[in-house]
């Protein structure tokens, strides 16, 4: 059965760091591209990040770029996305999610979210 477990997540000073996991199953993690998405209460969901299957290519929101870094262990099943400098306005519910493809060109499985909250 496939499945995406996002961790990581908690309460963060402005300024501070964290690092999300998104730990996957069910499927050959290698194949396919993962992405990071959050949405905020009272807004829709936003691509924060985005790698190819091979890690060889990443992609980010131009409000992360500079702060995020997206990386893959695929021996372990995993990837990351470590978030530093964060700000109040990264403020959400952080999601993972599989791509349809090795490309980050759409997504078709979404794992349960983790609450990410920036504030003093």
């Known amino acids: 059965q496939l499945q995406l477990v996002e961790s990581g997540g908690g309460l963060v000073h402005p300024g501070g760091s964290l690092r999300l996991s998104c730990a996957a199953s069910?499927?050959?993690?290698?194949?396919?591209?993962i992405g990071w998405f959050r949405q905020a209460p009272g807004k829709e969901r936003e691509a924060v990040s985005c790698?190819?299957?091979?890690?060889?290519?990443?992609n980010y929101a131009d409000s992360v770029k500079e702060r995020f870094t997206i990386s893959r262990d695929n021996a372990k099943n995993t990837v990351y996305l470590q978030m530093n400098s964060l700000k109040p306005e990264d403020t959400a519910v952080y999601y993972c999610?599989?791509?349809?493809?090795?490309?980050?060109?759409?997504?078709?499985?979404w794992g349960q979210g983790t609450q990410v909250t920036v504030s003093s």
């Open positions: 999610a599989k791509g349809s493809s090795g490309g980050c060109r759409g997504f078709n499985s």
């Open positions: 069910g499927f050959t993690l290698a194949s396919y591209a």
């Open positions: 790698i190819r299957s091979s890690g060889s290519s990443t």
